[in-house]
């Protein structure tokens, strides 16, 4: 894997936000089965969820929510604008995994897994659209490189040094299991 400490800070959101969307298009196969009533592998959804948990939210939220977004209040953006709205989405989006890792019924168990798609994809959209190019040109280039390194420092304290391969494994582990 390349250097996440090269370039923009953003760079490994974003490649964060690929893996993400990889998660989420298998969680939206399982979650319309779900809906259809079609059988779903239980051990998968838990798998997945468990992966989103990780991926999504511990990593990638802790990333922003620790570092990313404190700097760029730092730098002026108020705290009250588009900032708030993320964190917001990033606590629906907890809501519904908790949804889908409680016992509620089939159609609740669709409905989370389908919205907390929805809303995701968005959340990430926003990002790429609204937060992450302001920030590209917010921090001057140490700047850059001190918020890279403050991610991958969080992340390998949090997750260990192989956690991006084994998020990589575990994707393409879950997309074979539930293919289009």
């Known amino acids: 894997m390349s250097d996440p ?15 993400i969307r990889r998660a989420l298009a298998v969680l939206e196969r399982l979650g319309r089965r779900l809906a259809a009533r079609r059988p779903v592998e239980e051990t998968t959804l ?26 760029m209040r730092g730098k002026g953006l108020p705290p009250d604008g588009r900032l708030a709205a993320l964190l917001s989405a990033h606590g629906e989006g907890r809501d519904y995994l908790g949804t ?4 509620p019924s089939l159609a609740e168990r669709a409905a989370a897994a389908l919205l907390y798609v929805h809303v995701t994809r968005e959340h990430l959209d926003a990002e790429e659209r609204e937060v992450f190019p302001v920030a590209d040109r917010l921090f001057a280039p140490a700047e850059q490189a001190e918020l890279a390194r403050c991610y991958v420092e969080m992340e390998r304290r949090t997750f260990g040094p192989d956690f991006r391969d084994a998020v990589v494994a575990e994707l393409e582990r879950l997309e074979s299991l539930v293919p289009d």
Do not use: I
């Open 5 to 19: 400490t090269s370039g923009l800070a953003t760079e490994d959101l974003r490649r964060e936000h690929a893996w």
């Open 46 to 71: 838990t798998e997945l969820v468990a992966l989103l948990r990780r991926l999504a939210d511990q990593c990638h939220h802790g990333k922003e929510e620790g570092h990313l977004f404190p700097s």
């Open 100 to 103: 889908l890792s409680g016992l």
